[in-house]
């Protein structure tokens, strides 16, 4: 130690403890102070260390817009433009984050789920039919890693992506189904029969594919939340979920006494919670959260949900996907700006505990965004 | 160790005495378990030593002396709001000169809240320095060779070593 760093004046213990107060941008730039930095920076001990310190109480909004550019209508070509920032509570921009170079990042991308710093990111290829390529990106270390393929051609039906810390280790999880409902109504009401699930690990960097009793599933499209360990989707009028410790997948019953299913599944306060719109005998609309916990009893797994807060009479926006983000929740949206029916997006916010409402305007391209909470993270997309 | 006693005297490592006073010195571990060890009444004329220079010991002692009211009653939350103040303005100095000495008698002494102060106010002004600026303060050489730095620059674009 003393070797590479002449003289320490701190002992190296003190660095270190210090060093992992910084933020991710000044650790990136101190890569190039020694090589003894440069070492520790990339030892997980360092990496998780550094995750406990940062600010988790107080992510940032990670801000994912779209448009598609150009059509060539001739050869059915597009071009797609993207942005990727991040906003603080102000909802100013405090980085603008640089999209990888690769070429089939101009295409069509979305983002499956943002974890730790760490972005798992779903890229259409070029040719149709041709499966979707999966990545992991760390946009602030500027990381980013093709997760290999799987032989597997079978139709993916739910993707998600998290983190338990029980097993220390980042897992993706697709859930397949053998083909498309032959039975008309099925195919209208997307019900799948899910047969396998395949899973990749982050610490092994492979997939493993996990046999299961066929289960059925309507299809809802929902975003996958995650929470403490277990990734959720909505597949009214159950909830699948995954424990990505023990790797086991369950459907679990909404409760019965609820007329209406959730419209989305959020993550308020480290809890899952899922989303309510009624409307009201005045047409207006009211909203409820019910934060959702597993019970296990004689007749199986079912959610228990007590009520954590109701919104009266709401405003509109609250019908659409949405996020928890701090107090608030956020949901994008389209407002008309001109007569002519030209429309932009926005961000709709609801802060939960002051009632206020607030607005963010997207970029003029953007036709379609997506927001998920994010914390800045040295976490590697390579095996830690 | 008699009861009466409300303040102690310790010398620091250039010689000097201080005086601290018993509830103070309770926030570090070492001093406390000086306490219990060392003969303090009137006809002991033993004074411990404690291995931190005088300039050093000064700010150390200010700081025991301002926490330790809250340490051991504990404090509402206005008190805690004017300790914070408090904290940032006693941290206003020069990192080399005092800063980690400060750490360094924190460590030592085992005392928490100064240390993860110290630390703090450390890496707050550390994050916009250059690398030379932070090899200079933590007297570190650049052991990259050339042909390193060429393939950290390839890797990294943008990345400096000055």
Known sequence: MASRCDKPFLPFEIIINILKRLPVKSIVRFRCVCKEWQNLFKTPSFIAEHLDHSDRKNPFLLLHEWGCERRGFIDGSEDWRHSLRLLDHKLETIEVLSIPSICSFGRRWKIIGSCNGLLCVQVDRCERRSPSSLWLWNPVIREVREVPNTPNDRRVCEVGFGFSSVVNDYKIVRFYSQEFPKNKVDRLYHHTMIDSVEVYSLSTGSWKELKFGAFHIWEAFSKAVNVDGTIFWLDDPVVLSFDIATEVATLTQLPNEDVLCPLGLGVYEDKLVGHYVFIEEDGRLSSYAWVMKEVTSESGKSLSCTQKYKIDHGPHFLVYNLCFWRNEIVCPGKKYITKEGGRKCVLHMFNLNTNEEREFNCSTFCTRCDVFNYEKSLVSVWNN | ?162
């Open chain 2, 1 to 162: 160790m008699s009861s009466s006693v409300e303040a102690i005297t310790v010398l620091s490592s250039d010689g000097d005495e201080f005086k601290i006073t018993v509830s103070a010195a309770k926030l570090s571990k070492p001093l406390n378990w000086m306490l219990e060890d060392v003969c303090f009444s009137d006809d002991c004329d033993e004074v411990p030593t404690i291995e931190v220079n005088s300039k050093t010991l000064v700010k150390v002692i200010e700081y025991c002396e301002k926490h330790a009211p809250r340490a051991n009653s504990g404090a509402s939350d206005s008190d805690a709001e004017e300790l914070k103040k408090w904290d940032i303005e006693f941290m206003k100095m020069d990192v080399k000169d005092i800063l980690f000495h400060i750490l360094m008698a924190a460590n030592y002494l085992h005392m928490e809240g100064l240390y993860d102060l110290a630390c703090q106010t450390a890496a707050d002004l550390m994050k916009g320095m250059t690398v030379s600026q932070i090899r200079k303060i933590f007297h570190i050489k650049n052991d990259f060779s050339s042909e390193e730095q060429e393939q950290l620059r390839r890797q990294h674009p943008g990345c400096s070593f000055d």
